[in-house]
């Protein structure tokens, strides 16, 4: 169960992420057979209007206030993304508010699609944020080697910037790229 203290502590990393639980794809689907959880996806709009696990409540992670969370003494809180590391740093700010106990769903919204459980799919959503990264790198590098090869070799640089970009969003889980296309108005519509 997750409950919120009126006082708020700091607590280091390591011992916050320790407090942080882990509930598996079959737990959840039997919790949310029962309606005996509240279910919050803290990824973006545009990926939770594309597929979402029925019943939950988008609560974006560029957004998220831990006072804004529907806490119910019933019902435990768990918390998901696509694939877990996004549902961690919810989970941080909720300990920093004064959570005593956060669960998020073990691997996302991937694993509970792995393990074959239902989800809500909208056709005329934008495409997922991981393929317009994927479109706006590609062009970039596309764009940079062109230019590189028939204008100025300076233009190689671009290519290089964004392979960097790639590089150390592979390294640390966190793309900047994917955080500005999520700021554009399309993709915040749900």
Same mark, same amino acid.
Request: hydrophobic letters at 50%; a positive charge.
């Given at each position: 169960m997750t409950s919120m203290n009126d006082t708020s502590f700091s607590y280091p990393s &390591?011992?916050? &992420?320790?407090? @942080?639980?882990?509930?598996?794809?079959s737990a959840l689907n039997m919790l949310l057979s029962q309606q005996a959880v509240t279910l919050i996806d803290v990824r973006e709009p545009a990926e939770h209007a594309g597929e979402r696990i029925p019943g939950s409540i988008l609560m974006p992670l560029s957004k998220f206030e831990p006072d804004q969370v529907p806490f119910d003494a019933q019902k435990p809180l768990v918390l998901y993304c696509q694939t877990g590391n996004r549902s961690s740093q919810a989970a941080q700010k909720l300990f920093a508010a004064g959570a005593d106990e956060v669960t998020h769903l073990e691997g996302g919204l991937s694993a509970w699609v792995r393990a074959g459980? /239902?989800?809500?799919?909208?056709?005329?959503? /934008? $495409? =997922?944020?991981?393929?317009?990264? &994927? $479109?706006?790198?590609? =062009? +970039?590098?596309?764009?940079?080697? *062109?230019?590189?090869?028939? *204008? =100025?070799?300076?233009? @190689? +640089?671009?290519?290089?910037? *964004?392979? =960097?970009? +790639?590089?150390?969003?592979?390294?640390?889980?966190?793309?900047?790229?994917?955080? @500005? +296309?999520?700021? @554009? /108005?399309?993709?915040?519509?749900?």
């Open positions: &390591q011992i916050q &992420q320790d407090r @942080l639980k882990a509930i598996s794809p459980y /239902p989800t809500q799919k909208n056709k005329n959503a /934008p $495409i =997922s944020l991981m393929r317009q990264v &994927q $479109i706006v790198a590609g =062009s +970039l590098v596309l764009i940079g080697t *062109v230019l590189g090869a028939f *204008v =100025s070799p300076w233009f @190689l +640089l671009l290519s290089g910037f *964004v392979g =960097s970009g +790639l590089v150390f969003a592979g390294i640390t889980n966190t793309c900047a790229l994917a955080m @500005l +296309l999520a700021k @554009l /108005p399309y993709n915040q519509r749900v």
